[in-house]
Structures are given as structure tokens and as C-alpha cells.
């Protein structure tokens, strides 16, 4: 069930349809209202053709947020979002003087809750913008605040749209010096959504060296330079393990295949986050690895990307 938080802020202007799906109304009932499937297409075909014939829409910057940063993969399951989360907290570590943000823009599988630790519904302002929930000085926002925790959200692409819309738009960010924005996987929707709407300083693209990562990940980097978003560069992810034991190091998903796809796409590497457990552990515990552990190797790998992703960015505005 969506929170009564979500539907006040979603509801407004939506058909019908839209509405008892929100609202969790089943099928049956749904159907007693005297609205039928074939209505709720009609109704989606009819605002898509409103919408393109619009043609690209102007983008606009997020009210107090100076600069957008996008991270994205194309491909799921390479450590993206863990990797979002770090970096916007190194970003912090950085510079104790800067602002950040984090928003989860996987509407379908949000998990920027529990790797910030983060529960409940933001509360509302007067003006009916939601407060971000704050943890490690960062303030998210994500999906998975307004949805139970097993509850799949099930969705067509004109609602994660207006959604994700929402998330931008509908949020008091109070006065932000970075928004780190965790994009789903893929060049879908959300993607085109964010970066033709928001004025987005620059993207960081995430992959493991494997092959069928990169092929993906080159697709993402693709899709940012067709919508004249700035690709800042790629993070290799899970590059190495070393075995505690031994030290013995294991290029599992193999050696340097991000670096030749950066110099394929004429990019840079920000730097390289080796495969080990304590990432993976921390995050699950809401306690990420920058936070948690911030004098070890991996912590440093992160504010190391951190700080290149710094000297790429141009000059915020004043």
C-alpha cells in the first residue's frame, strides 16, 4: 500500500484509473466503479501522444540545488547504488562545507532506505513538499520511503514518470551544494525523464569489468552524450579481490575492462573499488563503508572518486 504521504502529493491531477491503483483498489472493485481496462488504455495512449507532441521539454533547474550528479550503469547488479551512496557521502567528507542529496530514482527496486538506514514517511510542509529524511548529514529521498518494504510497486511508464517528477520536483532539497542522483538500471524512461527535465552537471557511468557489464555500461555513456548530458567519467567497480587471508589478488570479473572502454569512448577513469566484504556488509547494515570504516582502503578508494569527480565540475552557480 503507498503511504497517504505519496498520494497526496502523486494524486493530484490523475485520472481516475490512476488513482484507485494507487489507492491499492483491486481489480473487482475497480471494475465496479464503472471504469474498465480498455478506459485506462485509452486514457494512456491519449496523454503519451500529448506529451510527444510537446516535443522535449525544457529543462529547469531543481530550486536550491546548484549542480546534479547522475550515476548510472545500464546494466543492474554492478554495484551502482552501492557506490551512489558512498561517493555522496565522500562528497560530504570532501568538503565538510558542502550541502549533498541523494535521491533514489529507482522507483522499482529502491534501496537508498536501507543503505542510509532511513525509515518512515517524510512529512509534509505547508506548501505540501515533502521533507527529505536525513541520515550522515545527507538528505534522501527515495520510493522506498512511501512503500512497505516487500511491496512491489507496479507501475506503467507514464506513472514512474510522473513520479519520479514529483521526486524532483516536489521535495523541499532546502539549499544543496550536489544531488547525487541514483538512476535505475538501463536508458529507459527515467533516464530520458531526468536528464531532459533537470539541467544534470555531469554523469559518473558504474561497471565491473566484466564484458557483459561494459556493453551495457557503453550503451549508458551513449545515451548521456545523445541528451548532451556530460559523461564525467566511469568507475570500475569490483575490479579486484584480495583474499584476507593470503593476499592473494583475483581479478574475478576480469582485469582493466573499464579502462578499455574509457579510452574506446575518449573518457576518463575516476579510480578503481576493489570487490571485498566489508562493502557489502556496511551498506546492508545502513552503515556505509565511508561512514562506518572511513581510515580503510576501500573508504579512501571512494574519496579518492570522490575528489576526481570534484575537479571535473564546472564552476556552480553563485
Known amino acids: 500500500m503507498v503511504s497517504h504521504v ?15 491503483r494507487l489507492q491499492g483498489w483491486g481489480s473487482a472493485a475497480f471494475s ?4 474498465s481496462s480498455s478506459t485506462n488504455d485509452e486514457f494512456l495512449k491519449e496523454k503519451r501522444a500529448q506529451i510527444m507532441s510537446r516535443g522535449l521539454p525544457k529543462q529547469k533547474p531543481i530550486e536550491g540545488v546548484k549542480q546534479v550528479l547522475v550515476f548510472a550503469s545500464g ?11 558512498n561517493i555522496a557521502l565522500a562528497l560530504a567528507a570532501h568538503d565538510s562545507t558542502k550541502a549533498v542529496g541523494l535521491l533514489d530514482a529507482d522507483v522499482y527496486g529502491p534501496s537508498i532506505p536501507k543503505m542510509m538506514n532511513l525509515k518512515g514517511n517524510p512529512e509534509l510542509s505547508p506548501k505540501n513538499f515533502m521533507r ?8 534522501c529521498m527515495s520510493m522506498g520511503f512511501f512503500v512497505e518494504e516487500t511491496a512491489p510497486v507496479v507501475w506503467r511508464g507514464l506513472m514512474v514518470m510522473s513520479a519520479i517528477e514529483k521526486l524532483l520536483r516536489q521535495v523541499d532539497w532546502g539549499q544543496l551544494d550536489y544531488l547525487v542522483i541514483d538512476m535505475p538500471p538501463g536508458t529507459g524512461d527515467v533516464q530520458l525523464s531526468v536528464s531532459q527535465n533537470v539541467p544534470v552537471t555531469g554523469a559518473v557511468i558504474v561497471s565491473t569489468p566484466q564484458d557483459i557489464a561494459l556493453l551495457d555500461a557503453r550503451k549508458g555513456a551513449e545515451m548521456f552524450r545523445k541528451v548532451r548530458v ?19 589478488e583475483t581479478h574475478i570479473f576480469g582485469a582493466d575492462g573499464v579502462r578499455g572502454l574509457a579510452k574506446t569512448l575518449g573518457l576518463d577513469v575516476l579510480g578503481d573499488i576493489p570487490l571485498n566484504v566489508n562493502i557489502r556488509e556496511t551498506c ?21 572518486i570522490a575528489t576526481e569527480i570534484v575537479k571535473r565540475l564546472p564552476t556552480p552557480p553563485a
Do not use: E
Open 6 to 20: 505519496w498520494c497526496r502529493v502523486l494524486c493530484a491531477g490523475l485520472c481516475p484509473v490512476a488513482l484507485c
Open 32 to 35: 465496479s466503479r464503472s471504469l
Open 75 to 85: 546494466k543492474g547488479g554492478v554495484g551502482k547504488s552501492t557506490t551512489a551512496v
Open 132 to 139: 527529505p529524511l536525513k541520515n550522515y548529514g545527507i538528505a
Open 230 to 248: 556530460p559523461v564525467l567519467g566511469l568507475v570500475q567497480n569490483m575490479s579486484v579481490f584480495q583474499c584476507p587471508k593470503c593476499k592473494h
Open 284 to 304: 546492508d547494515a545502513g552503515q556505509p563503508i565511508v561512514i562506518s570504516q572511513p581510515q580503510s582502503d576501500m573508504a579512501k578508494a571512494y574519496l579518492r
